[in-house]
């Protein structure tokens, strides 16, 4: 029990590491991700000063797959040449070792002041940036607690003859070492605690120095790998960023395998202490990749471009063109992407729905089944949006981001709905008069047209109340279902005169004509709703549609409505 009991205490050191590493890295993406990314975009005019961004933004950030897979997400969507994003990531690299560095040193004595600072900023303010820079500073707080458990979790694992027999095994399987470490960082996602993890085991003599620096090597090579592997059913221009990465670190490693003899000695004598060999040689590798690489920036990405070949991608409708996974650490930045999705799945059924009259005029059976197919890429579309604002939903939204979110995922439902109405309702009706060879009469196609373009005015309105949160949009959005339902009833009052007077057309046609301006008017029903959000939180709303009632006989007044 005594082994059990050490292990499950060095494992939940790492754990809390771990833990410790993801809060200041969320913490800090959500208080300053649109400025880190504005960042990233301002320093790509050439690759020294594409260099000199990558290592300052992650010395911030103390991650190099976050900042890997931002820039997938910018190279992916053409916004960044891939030899400036490369020599970004060379930066990025190096930056990363400033946290192994500053977390090398005794700072165990920070950990309950930053504990204690970030719980009051995250507890006492209300402002959303203190309290990620409170969640940042509880991390960091975690990380160097972690680091000083991980310390007294180590020590009896020197008595334990298993577990020295162990690593006794790898003391001269360098190979077998470097890839244990590389799966291990692929596997948490964090080269830094890695590389602390192998840090605290040379210093308490757990793994003799050169082992410590084969795993160094496989914790660069896996701290490339990861991102990698999260990009691999991303577009082939956001993989090639990710790609090139792994290639530099793994060329450097590998040919520093062979010599790591001289390797160690170069270490002993920059600082004889074992205590930060593992961290020395980890900011080592990744200058001297930097050295050597970033005049070969252009070389490495024409081999990524070889590597992989850009391939033709069929346009498919479904996929959805704005939701990046990158900013889902960003509820605000996320949930900007989930509305531009959702105007574009406005776009969509708008389509469809411009396309409805074409249908009843021309009588076009393939033109129903294309309306059918795009039904069907706006259900899929719609349920990739509502999947990723489940995501987004799993941060701790404020309390602006959570109206927000509601309101995106609302319209998002009622688009996915007035899509269901064109396809299952008005076009079963647009079957319906093809097979029977019917024909509306010129006047009532002429209601229909005018009735069906406002319908589709509204929703070019709604979509702009939706986007702009308009006061006086929302009120003129309002006003139209009451324009609409006395547009109704005067197309029905149209419609049964044409009846009175046995106009045949009319006659066959009753049922469908009654049932499309009741499906056109259920749209715009639908399109409606977005506004009275925003009008409810404006003040703009009656509680109610109803007149006062009259006084009870008793004299009493009525209750208030």
């Known amino acids: 029990m005594h082994g059990v009991e050490t292990l499950l205490n060095v494992l939940g050191s790492v754990c809390l590491l771990l833990w410790g590493v993801r809060m200041v890295r969320t913490g800090l993406t959500r208080a300053f991700g649109a400025t880190l990314r504005r960042a990233i975009a301002a320093c790509s005019r050439n690759r020294f000063t594409a260099f000199a961004g990558g290592l300052a933004i992650t010395g911030v950030l103390q991650s190099s797959t976050a900042t890997a897979l931002l820039l997938s997400s910018f190279a992916g969507r053409g916004l960044i040449p891939l030899s400036i994003a490369l020599a970004v990531m060379l930066g990025a690299d190096v930056g990363t070792t400033i946290a192994a560095q500053v977390l090398s040193f005794d700072l165990g004595w920070v950990s309950p002041f ?145 010599f790591l003899g001289p390797a160690l000695e170069a270490m002993t004598w920059l600082e004889p202490s074992t205590t930060r060999l593992a961290v020395n040689f980890h900011t080592m590798f990744n200058i001297a990749t930097a050295i050597l690489f970033l005049p070969l920036i252009d070389i490495v990405a024409w081999l990524c471009r070889k590597l992989l070949p850009a391939r033709p991608i069929a346009d498919d409708p479904a996929r959805p063109r704005h939701l990046d996974p990158n900013v889902l650490d960003s509820p605000a930045e996320a949930l900007g992407c989930a509305l531009r999705e959702t105007l574009n799945l406005g776009d969509r059924v708008g389509n469809m729905l411009r396309q409805t009259m074409d249908v009843f005029e021309r009588s076009d059976p393939k033109a129903v089944k294309a309306i059918e197919a795009a039904d069907d890429a706006v259900d899929r579309l719609h349920e990739a949006i509502k999947l990723y604002l489940i995501q987004v939903s799993r941060n701790e939204l404020g309390e602006e981001d959570g109206k927000r979110y509601v309101e995106i995922l609302s319209f998002t439902m009622n688009l996915e709905h007035v899509g269901d109405i064109v396809d299952k309702n008005l076009m079963e009706l647009a079957a319906k008069k093809i097979r029977n060879r019917y024909a509306f009469s010129p006047e009532g196609m002429a209601e229909l047209r005018v009735f069906h373009a406002r319908v589709l005015d509204n929703l070019g309105l709604a979509l702009n109340v939706f986007t702009t949160r308009d006061i006086a949009l929302a009120r003129r959005l309002v006003a139209e279902k009451t324009a609409m339902r006395e547009a109704e009833a005067r197309a029905a009052d149209s419609h049964f005169a044409r009846l009175r007077e046995g106009r045949p057309e009319s006659i066959e046609t009753s049922s469908i004509h009654m049932d499309v301006i009741r499906d056109l008017k259920r749209i715009n029903g639908h399109l409606t709703t977005v506004a009275y959000p925003i009008l409810e939180a404006a003040g703009e709303l009656a509680d109610t549609r109803l007149r006062a009632t009259p006084a009870e006989p008793s004299g009493q007044p009525a209750p208030s409505v």
């Open 114 to 258: 930053a504990i204690g600072a970030g719980v009051i900023a995250f507890l006492s303010s209300e402002q959303e940036k203190s309290r990620h820079l409170g969640r940042v500073a509880i991390g960091l707080g975690l990380m160097l607690l972690s680091l000083k458990l991980l310390a007294a979790a180590t020590g009896p694992l020197r008595e334990a003859p298993a577990f020295m027999a162990a690593l006794g095994g790898l003391q001269d399987e360098y190979v077998i070492a470097v890839i244990l470490a590389t799966l291990l960082t692929w596997f948490v996602h964090s080269s830094l605690s890695v590389v602390l993890l192998i840090m605290s085991f040379a210093a308490g003599g757990l793994v003799e120095p050169k082992l410590a620096l084969a795993l160094v090597i496989g914790a660069n090579i896996g701290g490339a790998l990861a991102p990698y592997m999260a990009q691999a059913s991303a577009d082939v221009e956001a993989r090639r960023v990710p790609l090139g990465n792994l290639i530099t670190r793994g060329i450097v490693g590998i040919a520093m395998l062979p």
